[in-house]
Each structure stands twice: as structure tokens, then as C-alpha cells.
């Protein structure tokens, strides 16, 4: 290639090979270095936000945002009295989700159109809770939490019942809020966590084999 | 031949003039070390360093065929295994490296605390260390999320259940976790760029640090009971001990480093060879739910303390223990920094190790057989053992099928099969009287659920009766002291 004559900024033969910059050219220099890095800073700044933006964009939605109505069946497939598994597919799924995007729930029909519908996922740290239909509990294969068939805790590790999804009927047909996974960050939390910092009633001290009462007065047998 | 060599020489020469890498990478390696450090105990480090080649080159070879998406994952695994010459072995070489990883780090740690190597002047040393022990476990954690299986899946449900514990942000936090409302594709995608690009840019930076300042410092030298470190005379008299007793690392030393690696790459391959890959377990269809989800080996025991903290200890204990256990490690060589470095004069830090490593053995002990679950299908495939049933009355025996059908199984052990979550009922009689059983029966209690709604009163009394029978062969029924007590006119008969 030849030398490009055009360019001011080309190395001229007439240079000094060792040049001894005065203090005048070195503090320029200097300034003009530290007037790079700033130029740098600021470009490192404004191409943090669209990074940034894009890093932390799935922790800005809304909960409430990812939750939609979801047809899960028509009544008559819950017969009253009994807890069933239904699966449905999460309404905000991508193509490649494939299995994960379909999400089971217990739904428990009391009566006429008295009815709750459980999250799969335990109040404790999320493993799938399974229906004893005999004992009448959901048991929780991770570290064994226990919940009534209310949905309300029954023993075990978690601090408070299953998380529950809002509900309704129309048409005939049970239609559920959900969309999201349900932890205790997500809002899915319809009753305030059980307190287990109490005194243990003094009746306890008859039989060292039973533990305080379960706060769950409904589940007391009189 | 000669020329042969002539001309090699010429070509290293013509490398090393424009590289100039080969001068100082024989001065490194062959730079004197106390002759003391030439032990089998100083081998751990550099068995670290190969798996971690190990880990990179298979890691490399499976990604050539693994599909990072939550759809194809798990098929691609099953493909790997069966349908890919030789890909099971590399699945089981990795994970058994994985495995053999966590194990050296705790091993090579464990041996630098004891010898006093963290303190003057290589704290910086540790603390990198403890660095690179927290990367080996998210290299590990994240590993197994791309084995994109049941307990992957319900693994990322107990990561967001935890994450959604801290105060505050923790929703936005399971929301970066899982990249979106639920477990699904994009959740895969993040663990993928963390295990194959973050986690291991980070992890081999600090490993060359991490060796960068041991030939920077020098190897630590064997401690001796009394020989105390202080930072005015250290340098000085590792300089003075290194020109005394100095060996070249290359080859006087290295040579058991050598012999060492050796033998866990092979262990590793024979692991790999005769254990075989990890899963993948059952595909990761969250409405599968006949699944009992586990951790790999080396997160058993958080597995295990989830299940035994009391429910108002576990959030605080979940997010301020790490806290300060990750602290205590970082702090470690700035608060003793000086001073004794023989294990036989810090019974302190020897009790430290013994605690911490049986604390881990046995709580990861539990974590592999899980006596606090219940065992889900115990009613159904454990009979009542006859000899419990023998010459028992109709009533019994109506209750024996009350206890199996109630599931009570499920937690109870009779005869040595059964859950372990509430005590072995062999000899419930003997501990229990009619009442409490009945009491305990319907109102539960002590970490047993009430069964007052879920049976009949024909039920309780069926199954209260056949309660009362086992008596783990022919021990003394319990009796209600209280009623002992009473004066001799009262008959003992019940009247409550």
C-alpha cells in the first residue's frame, strides 16, 4: 500500500524519532487521555441501559400483568365432593417450552358451586403436592408438608395452606386466575402465613407426644 | 535423526522469538520449592485444575449435541445416550467429574485450613479459593439444571420457592431467575448462558489468579508445631528455608501431582464406566406429578436442613446463614492472619473441620434416604405383616385395613416397612394409652395431621383396637399414671 499523503494523522519522516515532550504537549496529552476515559464512561453508561433494561426487563413486569382468566372445564367434570388433577397450558408460553408449559392444579368442589382450586406447588419450596383422597390430605413428596383438604396446613415445614387460585363460574364452566408460578413473592397468597412462634397450651405437658393444637378450628373433630 | 531435532529446535526457537512464552514458563515451572511441599498432601490443587480440563473438554464435546431448549432438552439427553456413539460416556464423565470436583475443592480446602496455608502472606490466595468454591458449586447447581429432567424442574421450583423468600425484591428476583412467569423455556436458556458462559468465564480467570499468585508467593511450606508466622520475618524466612532445602517444582515435585491426577482421571473413568450417567430422570412435564424431586449429591444436605428447620426459623436461617458462613470464610485469613500454623497446635480449627464434615456427612446422609417424607405409595405396596394379625379379633382386623386404607402407612412403619416421617408403631401400645391414641388419632399433633375429619367414628374405634394390639410382642400396655395415683377407693374402671 502507499502511504496515505492525505493523512495529517500519518507518521511523517520528519518526525523526531525520540521526541522529548515538553511538560506543555505531556500535560495535553494527559488531559486528553483522561478526557477518553470520561468519553468512555459516558458511552459505557448509556449502553448500560439497554442492557440493563434488557437484563432486568422479566423482573419488572407486574405480577397482576401475567395472570389472565383461564378456562380449566365445565363443572360437570368436578364431581361435588371430590378433589380432581386438571391441567392446563400456561397462557404465556413460548414454542420452545414444550411439557413445561403445561400446569397442573387441584380442584376441590364442595358443593353447588362452592369450590377451590389449589396450586400444584407447595407452600414450602414448590415440589408437586398429591391428593390422598382416603386420608383426606395433600401430601408433599420433598420434606413431607401436609395440608388439609381445605387447603389449610395440616404438618410438616410449610409455613401457611396451599396457594389458591381466584375462581369463577360462568357458563357453566370453572374458570381460574393464573399464569403465574406461585411462590410466596407471587401474590397468590389469599391467607396470611400461620404463626408458629406460640406458647404451647398447657395441656400439652399431659401427652408428650402431642404437640400444640392445629390453629385450624375447623378440622377439630368437636 | 539429528537434523530432525536440529530442525524442531529451530521451529521452537522461531516460536519463542515472536512468543517469548516458553523462557518464562520453564522458569515457573521449574522454580525452587521447599522440599517439604513435595507431599502427597500438596496434591489436591492441581487435581482440581485437571478435572477442571476435564470438565471444559467434555462440556465442549456435549454441547455439540445437547439442545438448550426446554422442549428438546431432555430428548436430546435421551439421544445422547442411546442414539450418539459413546455419548452416554462423556454424559458420565462429566458428571462424575462434576461430582469428583466438588469432592477435591473440599478436600484441597480442608487441607489448606489445616495447614495453616490462608495465612500471611496468601490470604488473598483463600479468598479467591472461597471464590472458586462458590463457582464449583454453581457450576455444579447449574449442571444439573441442564440435565433437564423431573428433579431439574422441580429443582428450579425450590431455587424460586427460596428466592421468593427475601424481603422486598424477592419477587422481581424469581422473576430474573426463571426469566419469566413460570418454569418454562427461557428458564433453561438463562441456567445455559450461566453454566457454559458465566460461571465458567468467571471460574477460570480466578483459577489463573488463584495459581498466578501461588508462584507469585510461593507454595506454603510444610508447618512446624512453634514456627510462627509473622509478617516482618515471613518473606525472609521463606526465602532462607527455599534456598536451604529447594527443590525444582518441575520435575522433583510435580511428579506426585502427576501420579495424583492420574489416578482421579481414572477414577473418574471408571466411575463413568461402571456407574454410568446421571439420569436424566422423568421428562420435565410439571403435570407428572408421581415424582419425588432430589438434589445431586453435593446440595443432600441443604435438601436435609430445609426439611428439619422449624418453619418460623427457616426464612432467617435461609438467607442469613449463607451470609455469614460466606463471611466467616472471606474473614478467615484477614482476623488470623499470623501465628500458628500446625494443626496440632489449632485444636480449634481441627474441631472446626470435625464438626463442619460430620454436620454435612450426616445431614447428607439423611438427604439420601429422606425419613421426613412420606413414603407416597406405602399403603398400596406394604402389606401388614401376619404375625401383627394373628388370632386378632374381626374388629382388629377391620382396623389393621383402616390403618393401611387411611394411608396411615404412608408415615408409620409397621414391621420395619413404611414411612419413617412419624415413629415405628410396633409397640404403640406400650407407649400410648387408649385415650391419647384416640386423642392423638383425631386431633393430631407433634407433626401429625388430624384425622378427625377423614375418618368415621366406626373407623377411629376399629382402628383405635388395632392400634392397641401392637405391642411389640409381648410388652407391658401404657397405663395412665395419673390414674394410679388416685386413692384405692376409686375402682379401676374408666370413668372420664
Known amino acids: 500500500m502507499e502511504p496515505d499523503t492525505n493523512n495529517p494523522s500519518a507518521p511523517q519522516p520528519t518526525a523526531d524519532p525520540a521526541p522529548n515532550p515538553s511538560s506543555a504537549g505531556h500535560s495535553r496529552r494527559v488531559f486528553l487521555f483522561k478526557l477518553s476515559l470520561l468519553l468512555n464512561g459516558a458511552v459505557g453508561a448509556v449502553m448500560a441501559v439497554p442492557i440493563l433494561g434488557y437484563l432486568l426487563g422479566p423482573s419488572l413486569k407486574k405480577p397482576s400483568a401475567e395472570n389472565t382468566w383461564i378456562d380449566i372445564g365445565p363443572i360437570a367434570d368436578f364431581p361435588e365432593g371430590e378433589t380432581r388433577l386438571v391441567n392446563f397450558r400456561n397462557p404465556v408460553t413460548t414454542s420452545w417450552d414444550g411439557q413445561t408449559g403445561d400446569i397442573p392444579c387441584w380442584v376441590r368442589h364442595i358443593s353447588g358451586n362452592s369450590f377451590q382450586v389449589f396450586a400444584i406447588n407447595c407452600a414450602h419450596l414448590g415440589c408437586p403436592v398429591r391428593w390422598f383422597a382416603q386420608s383426606r390430605l395433600f401430601l408433599c413428596p420433598c420434606h413431607g408438608g401436609a395440608y388439609y383438604e381445605d387447603g389449610s396446613r395440616a404438618s410438616g415445614p410449610p409455613e401457611r395452606g396451599l396457594f389458591e387460585y381466584q375462581h369463577k363460574i360462568a357458563a357453566n364452566r370453572l374458570t381460574i386466575f393464573a399464569g403465574k408460578m406461585p411462590t410466596l413473592a407471587a401474590g397468590n397468597c389469599t391467607k396470611p402465613p400461620l404463626t408458629h412462634i406460640q406458647a404451647a397450651p398447657a395441656e400439652a405437658a399431659l401427652s408428650p407426644e402431642t404437640d400444640r393444637p392445629q390453629p385450624k378450628d375447623s378440622q377439630w373433630p368437636a | ?496
Open chain 2, 1 to 496: 535423526m539429528a537434523s530432525l531435532k536440529q530442525r524442531a529446535v529451530a521451529v521452537y526457537g522461531w516460536f519463542e522469538q515472536r512468543l517469548g512464552l516458553g523462557t518464562p514458563a520453564i522458569e515457573a515451572a521449574t522454580h525452587e520449592v521447599p522440599s517439604s511441599t513435595s507431599s502427597w498432601w500438596y496434591v489436591f490443587g492441581s487435581a482440581a485444575t485437571v478435572i477442571l480440563v476435564l470438565q471444559v473438554v467434555t462440556g465442549i464435546l456435549l454441547a455439540l449435541v445437547y439442545a438448550p431448549t426446554a422442549s428438546n432438552a431432555w430428548t436430546s439427553l435421551e439421544f445422547l445416550d442411546h442414539n450418539v456413539k459413546l455419548g452416554w460416556y462423556l454424559r458420565a464423565m462429566h458428571g462424575w467429574g462434576s461430582d469428583f470436583m466438588v469432592a477435591i475443592v473440599l478436600i484441597h480446602m480442608v487441607q489448606v485450613f489445616l495447614f495453616g496455608a490462608y495465612k500471611f502472606p496468601r490470604e488473598l490466595t483463600w479468598i479467591i479459593g472461597v471464590f472458586l468454591l462458590l463457582l464449583t458449586l454453581g457450576m455444579a447447581f447449574t449442571g444439573q439444571v441442564l440435565r433437564f429432567d423431573q428433579d431439574a424442574y422441580w429443582g428450579l421450583g425450590i431455587g424460586a420457592s427460596i428466592v421468593s423468600r427475601v424481603p422486598i425484591i424477592g419477587g422481581a428476583l424469581v422473576n430474573l431467575m426463571l426469566g419469566g412467569p413460570i418454569i418454562a423455556g427461557p428458564t433453561l436458556s438463562r441456567f445455559f448462558a450461566l453454566h457454559v458462559f458465566v460461571i465458567p468465564g468467571i471460574l477460570l480467570a480466578l483459577v489463573g489468579l488463584h495459581l498466578l499468585m501461588v508462584l507469585r508467593l510461593g507454595i506454603n511450606e510444610w508447618p512446624m508445631p512453634g514456627r510462627l508466622v509473622s509478617k516482618k520475618t515471613y518473606a525472609e524466612d521463606y526465602h532462607k528455608l527455599t534456598v536451604k532445602t529447594g527443590i525444582p517444582f518441575v520435575p522433583d515435585a510435580a511428579w506426585k501431582d502427576a501420579v495424583f491426577a492420574a489416578a482421579i482421571m481414572l477414577a473418574i473413568m471408571a466411575c463413568a464406566f461402571w456407574f454410568g450417567p446421571f439420569g436424566p430422570s422423568g421428562q420435565p412435564d410439571p403435570t407428572i406429578i408421581q415424582t419425588a424431586p432430589k438434589p445431586d449429591f453435593a446440595f443432600l444436605w441443604i435438601y436435609a436442613v430445609l426439611a428439619y428447620l422449624p418453619p418460623s426459623l427457616e426464612t432467617p436461617v435461609l438467607f442469613i446463614a449463607p451470609v455469614l458462613i460466606i463471611a466467616a470464610m472471606l474473614l478467615l485469613p484477614l482476623v488470623s492472619g499470623e501465628g500458628e500454623k500446625h494443626w496440632s497446635r489449632r485444636p480449634v480449627a481441627v474441631l472446626m473441620v470435625a464438626v463442619i464434615a460430620v454436620t454435612l456427612g450426616a445431614f447428607t446422609r439423611l438427604g439420601m434416604y429422606t425419613p421426613w417424607s412420606p413414603v407416597m405409595d406405602a399403603w398400596t405396596s406394604n402389606t401388614i405383616p401376619a404375625a401383627v394379625l394373628k388370632d386378632r379379633t374381626p374388629l382388629e382386623r377391620e382396623g389393621a385395613l383402616v390403618f393401611q386404607n387411611k394411608q396411615c402407612r404412608n408415615c408409620h412403619a409397621i414391621g420395619g416397612a413404611g414411612g419413617m416421617r412419624g415413629p415405628a408403631l410396633d409397640s404403640i401400645a406400650s407407649r400410648m394409652t387408649e385415650d391419647q391414641i384416640i386423642r392423638q388419632v383425631l386431633q393430631g399433633g407433634g407433626n401429625m395431621p388430624a384425622y378427625g375429619n377423614a375418618l368415621s367414628p366406626s373407623e377411629t374405634t376399629a382402628l383405635v383396637h388395632f392400634l392397641l394390639t401392637l405391642r411389640g410382642g409381648h410388652l407391658a400396655p401404657a397405663t395412665d399414671a395419673s390414674q394410679q395415683l388416685l386413692p384405692s377407693t376409686t375402682p379401676p374402671n374408666k370413668e372420664q
